[in-house]
């Protein structure tokens, strides 16, 4: 594992794999990782691309009373695992240098940050698409692996990817589950126990709208009120949001039909930790 920490040196090692024409696949994460990370890193290998990660704390997309500073960071067992994984290069950037004091642009992808976690997160998609396309300028990979519990986020990259003409293929991958269901996330370490027994009701309560599409249901009001009604179940939870989107423009949906992918995604806010989780319906 080569681990880079600056541009200079990133530029030095990206141009040995130009004239080798070494097919690079790259994982973006903040750190703290889990089998969530580790199984974007397998499906890189798995796509035979020499897998290069990126470990960057990126302080634009944590709003003003987020959990920046608490953010957990554990870089050496990050590269540990990182290493056994098989990952050939880690870069993890200086903040000051990543943004020098001078710096001051941002990528904006405007209706598709404006819902869901948007509306309660108002300049954390900026501050995504900002570092991501940073990072894919520098690291310019292949492919960019990104994991299906943020959705929106996978929107919003793939909209920009698409806007900008910016040379990589995206692989989306599926969400990684602890055995009761509860996405794997950085953040489920800041849960209580008793609200960790709580978090499994994201889940329950996604799998009650396919329950509810299964037999027939197709009004996504109806199917909403039935995800509110089982998060309940979490007392300590505040539900910032249960929506049944178009999983392509993440716009509302009213009815649902076959022919468009429809995503259920819900936010909860407990003491420490804010979780989301989403499935994409099975619609026949
Ligand atoms: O999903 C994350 O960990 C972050 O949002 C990302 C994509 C690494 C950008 O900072």
Redesign the pocket.
């Known amino acids: 594992l080569i681990l880079l920490r600056t541009l200079r040196d990133l530029v030095k090692e990206r141009n040995i794999r130009e004239r080798k024409a070494v097919q690079i696949g790259f994982v973006?994460?903040?750190g703290a990782l889990h089998e969530g990370h580790l199984s974007l890193v397998r499906q890189a290998l798995k796509d035979r691309h020499e897998v290069w990660v990126?470990i960057?704390v990126?302080p634009l997309?944590f709003g003003a009373n987020e959990d920046l500073k608490k953010y957990p960071r554990d870089f050496k067992k990050d590269s540990r695992l990182l290493k056994k994984a098989g990952v050939s290069v880690l870069y993890a950037p200086n903040e000051n240098s990543f943004y020098p004091v001078d710096f001051q642009t941002e990528v904006r992808v405007k209706s598709l940050s404006a819902g869901l976690c948007g509306a309660v997160r108002p300049a954390h998609f900026a501050g995504?698409a900002t570092?991501?396309s940073k990072l894919l300028m520098q690291v310019r990979p292949h492919k960019l692996y990104?994991?299906q519990k943020?959705f929106q986020?996978c929107r919003v990259i793939e909209q920009m990817i698409t806007d900008l003409d910016m040379p990589v293929r995206v692989r989306r991958c599926p969400i990684v589950r602890e055995k009761d269901g509860l996405a794997m996330s950085s953040r489920n370490v800041f849960l209580s126990p008793s609200e960790r027994v709580q978090a499994r009701v994201l889940y329950q309560a996604l799998n009650s709208v396919q329950r509810g599409v299964d037999s027939g249901q197709r009004d996504a009001f109806k199917l909403k009120n039935g995800m509110l009604l089982a998060l309940k179940n979490a007392p300590s939870g505040v539900v910032d949001y249960a929506e049944i989107v178009d999983a392509s423009t993440l716009a509302p949906m009213i009815k649902l039909r076959p022919s468009v992918q429809v995503l259920a995604a819900v936010a909860v806010r407990f003491s420490a930790a804010r979780l989301i989780d989403n499935i994409l319906l099975d619609i026949v």
């Open positions: 973006p994460t903040m990126s960057f990126n997309q995504v570092v991501v990104l994991g943020d986020q």
